[in-house]
């Protein structure tokens, strides 16, 4: 069910919440979280609503999707309440703001969040600079960036240490989740001996990979660097080479030891809706992930 409420207030989008719910049985009880999603404009908004509904299935939530629209505009707020099959396991309240509103996102946001529930807030672009201290920021305790659709995204992701707050996470980090598994696990295995120097490559302006090369350099003490060209992670060791390599638009990696034959592992690159699901797991500070951070200032660049 969606229902359209154009050139409304937010009184009138509670009062038509409450009914939905006498009449229709629509409940919250069993929501375990509010995200809100701060999106640039009306299109990007429906990408994000999809990647939110995905995820509201392993995590029922509230969904306020945030669409900024034009500054100079009228001030005008357009809502639509979607509940049923076309919210997932959520129920998703869409709110186009215009004129000054715009500058008075967390006003807007405050009489939907459900009581005595954590708050996510979710920039798929156009994130502010410091996360923490945005006003839709201040009220949540996990804030999720996106430096991969960023105008530069290795600049953003390095600036993140700069700006990083406990409750802060990007999704280069959670894109690379499969990858770190293969690595500790690649390193699990005879010889023990410890890593002297690893290589990461890819494409330039991939942020997961700026992650991947902080978070190896900050747990390995050792020299990382970071080049373009093909997709792949070397670490050598003393008598051993690991490598693990995938085609840009592969699904499946190859992993490579000196003295055995290639193994071959699937290893796709992870959809948003499946990284945003797995940030929702945790509503803690990520301290591994702040590590990282830290790590890629200590990574050389070719």
């Known amino acids: 069910m969606i229902i359209d409420m154009p050139d409304t207030d937010t009184r009138e989008v509670s009062k038509r919440l409450v009914q939905l719910r006498e009449a229709n049985g629509v409940v919250t009880m069993g929501r375990v979280l509010t995200l809100v999603v701060c999106t640039l404009d009306s299109s990007e908004a429906e990408d994000a609503i ?3 509904n995905d995820a509201s299935r392993e995590h029922p939530c509230r969904v306020i999707v945030l669409a900024r629209g034009d500054r ?3 001030t005008r707020l ?3 309440i979607r509940v049923g099959g076309d919210a997932g396991a959520a129920e998703v309240i869409v709110l186009r703001l215009q004129g000054d509103l715009v500058a008075h996102e967390a006003s807007v946001v405050i009489p939907f969040l459900l009581p005595d529930t954590p708050v996510v807030a979710w920039w798929p672009r156009g994130a502010p600079e410091f996360p923490a201290k945005d006003s839709v920021g201040k009220l949540a305790t996990r804030r999720i960036t996106d430096a991969t659709f960023a105008p530069d995204p290795q600049a953003t992701i390095k600036k993140r240490r700069n700006s990083y707050a406990p409750g802060d996470t990007d999704l280069a980090w959670s894109r690379i989740t499969y990858w770190r598994a293969l690595l500790a696990a690649a390193l699990d295995e005879a010889p023990f001996e410890g890593v ?3 290589t990461v490559s890819g494409l330039h302006d991939e942020p997961a990979l700026d992650m991947l090369a902080g978070w190896l350099a900050a747990r390995l003490d050792c020299p990382v ?3 373009t060209g093909e997709l792949k992670v ?3 060791r003393s008598t051993v080479s690991i490598s693990i390599a995938r085609p ?3 699904r499946t990696a190859t992993l490579t030891r000196s003295g ?3 193994q071959r592992f699937a290893l796709a690159r992870r959809e948003t809706r499946d990284c945003l699901a797995e940030e929702l797991r945790h509503l803690d500070a990520d301290d591994i992930y702040a590590e990282a951070l830290t790590g890629i200032e200590r990574v050389t660049y070719e």
């Open 50 to 52: 999809d990647a939110a």
């Open 72 to 74: 100079k505009a009228d």
């Open 78 to 80: 357009d809502a639509q």
């Open 196 to 198: 002297e120097s690893v």
């Open 225 to 227: 660097v970071r080049r």
């Open 234 to 236: 070397e670490l050598v």
């Open 248 to 250: 840009q638009l592969g």
């Open 260 to 262: 055995e034959p290639d």
